[in-house]
């Protein structure tokens, strides 16, 4: 059976379409969602729902697949929302490499960040999609109306009360060159056992959070204050750093460390700033969640960080 050319042509006009437009669906799914993985998956179905559909009636081809990416993504958080209710210990959103694009596809970098994402878990899938459009992709309300099948005046409703979540819930955030030195002054203190050090880094409600669902000698309660976080890694520093090497990604649009035992990754450690300090030490040890930054980790880190060796036991000094 031979392939009619004028169809061959179609289809290829219409993944050079699709192919346009995608960092921006995947910045949409990944935002919505909080996982690369998902956010893949719901890009495929985009694709082939725009491969089927009569394209010869779509007036606005970006348009169109952005509508049917944020309402599949509404779904599918909906639908991820009632599977994490079975998540072992906390869960924390999936790093993605924003190595080669910072803003995945978006006009500014809102919305992404790791502290960004946890904030937006509150959100309802309607107010998460409208502030995502808004914040970061710069969607005129008339358009995200159109998307959500809502009014203007809702929407801007919507907007305004995720806004006010986020703002009232998110202190100022440290510069990126403040986070990355955090990050690596962390680090080493924790190499090398100088707990005064890592008491230091700390803001009054430091928060620990480890993702394994389930995964053996991963924490799986939330350990909160200086003193509880610091006692944790005390009790981890005789085991965890042991042959672990460091290196840095960019995930989230910020300095992240990629943990590699035995040349095969273990984890991704990161940690959100705010001007008083480290407000969270983020664990991504669940090995389904750190594939995005498997191939995207850089050089290594400070000597002092990525030396393989045996842990120590924190000391005070």
């Known amino acids: 059976m031979s392939l009619d050319p004028e169809g061959v042509d179609d289809l290829e006009e219409a993944a050079a379409v699709f192919m346009g437009v995608r960092p921006r ?71 993605v490499d ?71 819930e998110r202190r100022t955030p440290a510069t990126a060159a403040a986070q990355r030195e955090l990050l690596t002054t962390f680090i080493t203190a924790a190499r ?21 669902n389930g995964r053996l000698r991963v924490a799986r309660k939330r350990i909160v204050g200086p003193p509880a976080v610091t006692q944790f890694l005390d009790a981890i520093s005789t085991w965890f750093w042991d042959d672990l090497d460091v290196r840095w990604a960019s995930a989230n649009g910020q300095v992240s460390a990629v943990l590699r035992r035995n040349g ?23 090995p389904e969640k750190i594939g995005a930054l498997s191939d995207a980790s850089g050089s290594p880190t400070s000597h002092a960080a990525v030396v393989p060796g045996r842990g120590r036991r924190l000391r005070k000094t």
């Not at 959100?272 to 300090?277: H, V």
Request: proline share 4%; glycine share 4%; charged share 20%.
């Open 25 to 95: 669906l995947f910045g949409i799914a990944y935002r919505m969602l909080s996982s690369a993985t998902e956010a893949e998956d719901l890009v495929q179905e985009v694709w082939l729902r725009w491969q089927t559909c009569d394209r010869s009636v779509v007036v606005n081809p970006a348009a169109f697949l952005a509508t049917t990416a944020t309402r599949l993504a509404i779904n599918a958080l909906q639908s991820a929302r009632v599977r994490r209710e079975t998540y072992v210990g906390p869960w924390l959103p999936e790093p």
């Open 98 to 168: 924003t190595s080669a694009d910072p803003y995945l596809g978006a006009e500014r970098g809102e919305a992404l960040e790791f502290a960004a994402l946890m904030l937006m878990e509150k959100l309802s899938p309607n107010e998460r999609a409208a502030y995502v459009l808004r914040e970061a992709f710069d969607y005129s309300y008339a358009q995200i109306a159109e998307i959500l099948q809502s009014t203007e005046p809702a929407v801007r409703q919507l907007v305004s009360r995720a806004r006010k979540h986020m703002a009232g």
């Open 192 to 212: 090398t056992g100088d707990l005064m050090a890592l008491e230091r880094l700390f803001t009054a409600d430091v928060t620990s959070l480890s993702d394994g």
């Open 264 to 286: 095969a990754e273990f984890g991704v450690l990161a940690v959100t700033a705010t001007t008083d300090g480290i407000d969270r030490v983020l664990w991504m040890l669940n």
